[in-house]
């Protein structure tokens, strides 16, 4: 565990991880690439997200037309059922829910999974509406690199593959990936 102490940080606790998940969400399997690439409305939707890739497994569903600041004042989601049928996004999402659980959460929102590319960045932005005035923000990292971190308010913070995380969406924030390599996070909404 991390002895720093931060103000947008909570590390919450150590996960033994999910190899077998994480391998095939790096890997090039066409299962894989189906799920990475099924859904790009947070890309198309957030420019700051632009050089990510994102699978929902809980997701909202706004009306079209809809732009960032209104979807985010929608509070209901659905679980996407074509992506649970893959065993390894299921393995993901009961981890989520045993991790929410063990962590004395009422209700979990949005569940996905973030891949920051290689040498990219998501931008400064802050995530505001409805939807996150009533729910915490949580990290579990499945696969990172030391060049890859986040900041929020000016705080900044490296995140160790097998950790779960708490942070404070509500301010400015922004994460880096100066590696090589993928970093990938499952992030979750939760109160």
Known sequence: MSETT????KLLMTDQGM?????????????????WAQNQSRQRMTAALRHTENIHLRYIMPPAGYDTRKANDILEVFD???????KA????YNRVMAISAHLGCKD????????????????RHTDEGDY?????RYHLVLHT????ACEV?????????????????GLPHSFWNRGKTDRIHVIWDAL
Do not use: H
Not at 80 to 86: E, G, P, R
Not at 132 to 136: H, R
């Open 6 to 9: 931060y103000k947008n940080f």
């Open 132 to 136: 996150f005035s009533k729910y915490g």
């Open 80 to 86: 996407n059922k074509m992506l649970l049928s893959m």
């Open 108 to 123: 979990v929102g949005r569940i996905f999974l973030s891949k920051l590319l290689a040498e990219c960045e998501v931008a």
């Open 19 to 35: 190899p077998l998940a994480t391998e095939w969400l790096v890997g090039n399997s066409d299962q894989a690439k189906i799920a």
């Open 153 to 169: 308010d000016g705080e900044e913070c490296f995140m160790p593959t097998g950790t779960v995380w708490w942070l404070e969406n």
């Open 89 to 92: 996004l299921t393995a993901i």
């Open 145 to 148: 690199n030391p060049d890859a």
